[in-house]
């Protein structure tokens, strides 16, 4: 059984040491223990103590592996990215606060002894069984892992959980769908389950959100930070001097300057200060704890564009700050823009931080076309007006976090084979009564009466509907309050689930297509899905609406139904 540990000595050794990145974790780790022990008293409470198996867990850092090059460590004190690395660190305390397991390796040596592999055989494969129930790695780690176990990947790779920043979608997993269709990246085309790559964000449902934490504030500090929070005092988004440089960014900031004071924490070097106008007051790199304690103080927190998707917007939103940022017309994706070429997705990001925007919004985030300088002004003099409050989403907190990560332990299963669907001796009377159509509603449920089957999200939490026309299944679910939820795609890939929903069928054919099931609007024509890895929530045609199979969310968790616990 898994017992909630809070303190986190034993993982501090584990961490190791020689390096800043590991060291960066290290002082992460440290300051934000005693949130984590709080907020695993919460949740063991709010589980009734009730059992957890605990489970062995590799956790292989491949990005921070020399084998990899690891380019990120050298510039953990030079304004490189740190969003990787307050991620890691926050999945390693959680799984080690949850009580399990944990093994930690940032190198080729430690995850062959780990694994039991003998140094230098090149790809020998791991012979016996794994000694772990589960392993979270990078698409770094997952490279190391097929050169150096060999074939034997394939035979454990459901025990496999692949942190991925910005996402794969199933269409660019499906090796040969990829290579037929133009999806094919560097990244994709690993046949996992999509569920097993776990994102920053909640990008789309197709994989599994992992997130991170930001740090809480009790009544005390929140008191205090409304009070003492300097109304023309703004912090810009930004700790590498290449982030100001772009497109037109004096113009914006002799606007901003006109109204506020304005702070960075951009590094520099001692004999070369940085590339920041005269008027700001540059604080250099801070230490994360420092830069907390600069956004209590300030009003506003300001980006210009890039880095996309970081967590330091949330800490601003936290700690009080409004957060001012451009929208993107056309939004950016790896179609049209060269940092995400090459990302095996084909998300479209609207603005510098989408998640702020959707599911923060106002008053605590504003988000605007930096184009309309008129917009611009007006948003700054709104800042300054309105008074806000800090706020920290449910799902980035530790309880939050906690929660979403034990559920996924406790019920994600990839290596049971999938008992088959529907059951075989099932009439068409039957599965034509597995829907019901909720009172004034396009919506369906499931007619859990009819047949019980077991699964993770239970069955109760269906709702089946259509997509418009273009619209992909994140957004018909969305437009209704919904989340999509691949895992019941079995369940609604049947002829019956059309007819359900009042589609007269012309024909019915089964293909390999990722926006299947769907029905043709063209030749009225239902197409059923062939291959389960290709059930995906992401993906819109004009020509096709799709069948969505949709669940509630927890308030605050959107990664959990609400009967998931
Ligand atoms: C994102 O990576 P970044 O590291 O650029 O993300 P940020 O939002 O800037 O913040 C990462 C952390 O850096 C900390 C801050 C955040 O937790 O507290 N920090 C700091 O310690 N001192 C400072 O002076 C300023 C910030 C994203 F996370 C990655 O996934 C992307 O690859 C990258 C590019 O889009 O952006």
Redesign the pocket.
Known sequence: QAVFQSDVGALLEQVGTGKESLSFMKRRIRRLAAQWASAARRLDEKLHSHWRDQKKILVHVGFLTEESGDVFSPKVLKGG????M?QWADIVTALHVLGHNVKISVSLKELHGFLGVPPGRGSCPLTGALPFDLIYTDYHGLQQMKQHMGLSLRKHKCHIRVID?FGTEPAYNHEEYATLHGYRTNWGYWNLHGQQYMT?FPHTPDNSFMGFVAEELNETERLYIQRNKVNNMAVV?G?DASMWKLQDKEKFLAVLNRYMEIHG?VYYEAQRPPEVPAFVKNHG????QE?QQLLRKAKLFIGFG????????L?AIANGCIFLQPKFNPARSSLNHE?FRGKPTSRKVSSQHPYAEQYIGKPHVITIDYNNSQEFDAAIREVMKINVEPFLPYEYTCEGMLERVHAYIQNQDFCSPEVPFPPVNSSEALLERLFIRQPNSRVLSWASSSISFPAWPPLAALRLLTSLQGQSCVEACQSKGLICEPAFYRFINIKEAFSALGFQCEGVESEMNHLFPAFSTEHGECSLQVDPLLFSCAGSSAKHQRLCPCRDHREGQVALCKECL
């Open positions: 990215p740190l969003g990787e307050v920043t920053m988004y700790k924490t790199l801070l230490p994360q830069l890039f880095p996309y998707e970081g967590p330091a917007p800490e940092f």
